[in-house]
């Protein structure tokens, strides 16, 4: 067949086309790159998964987390995700002074409540508050007035961070549990109402490694813990039958992320396929402070072990 070179070049075009088309329905990791985001926290509600990020805004030459305010995207397929802007920031919490450190956001009756470590104003040291929303992407206000841990509540460890990363989860008899901590893990028993302590503080023992970032999940009635493991941080995780322990270490999920000294991690199930989130440091101008977040999947063993996650470039598959 004999083409005319204007319509071998709409042709060629259209070959060109046909690869990106495929593409589209594919992620790419990281999964967003207009901003630096970190600390990934997510769930799923009304067919809908919800990402929640801190967000890096330290400029390229300099070597410090500069964090003020949380973000939300939202996603029906893993793979596109919608910016919702920022439904929180430290200024919601009238006693604190900066530092929009690791989050989570997590619904009950009806509410979304967001736990959210950051530097208090008057007690030295981080500090651990709830903000509350009728909707998942807020607005979301402070719940409380107060902290609801603070760093003279953990006075084991010297240092003013010990109190970051909060993590809730909501066992099958309605009791829900706060964990957090860096150095050390730490859980209390949440109320009904999820912004007042059910008892003492209590430590969680046998977790080898352990630096930070603890996320709490369940399948198949065994629990997990994952958290940050040494520095640079991997992460590393372990098991039990109950979620006060005692827990069973398994060993490393993940290696070093890509040019980023931390790992943070969030692990939902959506659409009968379990991901790990994650971030790294590997946009352009990436690094320990400007972060990105990233996604893969997650595989158990037929124990139920989970299998040591691939980081990729090549991002997920859209869920169906």
């Known amino acids: 067949m004999n083409l005319s070179p204007v319509l071998f070049r709409h042709a060629r075009r259209a070959l060109l086309i046909l690869p990106c088309f495929a593409l589209a329905l594919r992620g790419a990791n990281p999964v967003i790159t207009d901003v630096h985001t970190a600390d990934p926290a997510a769930m799923m509600h009304a067919g809908t998964v919800y990402l929640y990020t801190g967000h890096d805004e330290a400029p390229e030459n300099e070597n410090r987390y500069v964090m003020k305010e949380w973000l939300c ?32 956001v997590i619904e009950r009756g009806g509410k979304f409540y967001w736990y959210a470590p950051v530097s208090h104003a008057t007690i030295p040291g981080f500090s651990i508050g709830v903000a509350v929303s009728d909707s998942p992407t807020g607005p979301f206000k402070d719940a409380r007035g107060s902290a609801i841990i603070t ?4 006075t084991d460890v010297s240092i003013g961070w010990d109190d970051i990363d909060p993590t809730v989860f909501i066992d099958d008899d309605g009791q829900a549990y706060l964990f957090w ?3 050390r893990c730490r859980y209390i028993k949440l109320k009904a109402n999820m912004i007042e302590a059910d008892g003492p503080i209590q430590k969680v023992e046998n977790l080898p490694g352990y630096t930070e970032a603890p996320w709490i999940h369940k399948r198949q009635g065994i629990y997990y813990l994952s958290y940050a493991y040494g520095f640079p941080e991997k992460t590393a995780y372990a098991t039990s ?15 070093l992320a890509g040019n980023c000294n931390t790992n943070h991690q969030a692990i939902i199930e959506f659409k009968g396929q379990w991901y790990f989130i994650y971030h790294n440091g590997g946009t352009l101008t ?8 990233c996604i893969d999947l997650l595989h158990y063993n037929a124990d139920g072990t989970m299998q040591r996650v691939v980081q990729s470039t090549e991002g997920v598959g859209a869920a169906k």
């Open 73 to 104: 995207f939202s996603s029906t397929d893993m793979v596109n995700w919608q910016s919702r802007g920022s439904p929180l920031a430290v200024s919601a919490f009238k006693w604190a002074k900066g530092d929009a450190w690791a989050g989570q």
């Open 181 to 183: 901590g860096n150095q």
């Open 151 to 154: 760093n003279d509540m953990t």
């Open 286 to 293: 990436g690094s320990s402070f400007r972060r990105s977040v």
């Open 241 to 255: 039958d109950r979620i006060t322990g005692p827990w069973k270490f398994q060993g490393i999920l993940t290696e």
